[in-house]
């Protein structure tokens, strides 16, 4: 079967912004959020798919074609959640493209040796906080 879809678990701000840019660019995405109102966060020119469900059901996911996802991102807003279905992802379908986002950094070491790249917003605005106020003490 052929790997060409991107699949959003998670349509935060985060999840929201990533899917319309990944739509833009042309790919065939898919956004999954358990509440139909999170989708709410996706302007008018979002026209891929959305699914409401339980990321968490793996039958689920196995009648979602989750073998034919080539990106999977995953940016819900619980880290065991995130770290679960980057485990499941990796693991059990096998998908070759694996981002998800945790709040903790501390998490990076179970996500380590795998096909899975971790966001950390915290170390992110840290990093850029870091930059900004060296750049104002010049």
Do not use: W
């Not at 966060?41 to 891929?48: M, V």
């Not at 485990?87 to 096998?94: E, G, L, R, Y």
């Not at 790249?117 to 900004?132: D, M, N, R």
Request: some cysteine; charged content about 25%.
């Amino acid at each position: 079967m052929t790997r060409n879809k991107t699949y959003i678990i998670g349509c935060g701000r985060l999840g929201a912004s990533i899917a319309l840019d990944a739509y833009a660019k042309g790919d065939n995405v898919t956004v999954i959020d358990e509440k139909e109102e999170s989708f709410d966060l996706l302007s008018e020119s979002y026209a891929g798919y959305t699914q409401v469900l339980d990321a968490t059901d793996i039958k689920t996911l196995e009648r979602l074609g989750m073998d034919s996802v080539r990106d999977l991102i995953v940016t819900t807003g619980n880290d065991n959640v995130n770290l679960f279905l980057a485990h499941v992802a990796d693991k059990v379908f096998h998908i070759p493209h694996i981002y998800v986002r945790f709040d903790d950094p501390s998490l990076k070491d179970l996500i380590q040796g795998y096909n899975i790249q971790g966001i950390y917003p915290f170390q992110l605005s840290f990093e850029t906080f870091t930059a900004l106020k060296k750049e104002d003490d010049r």
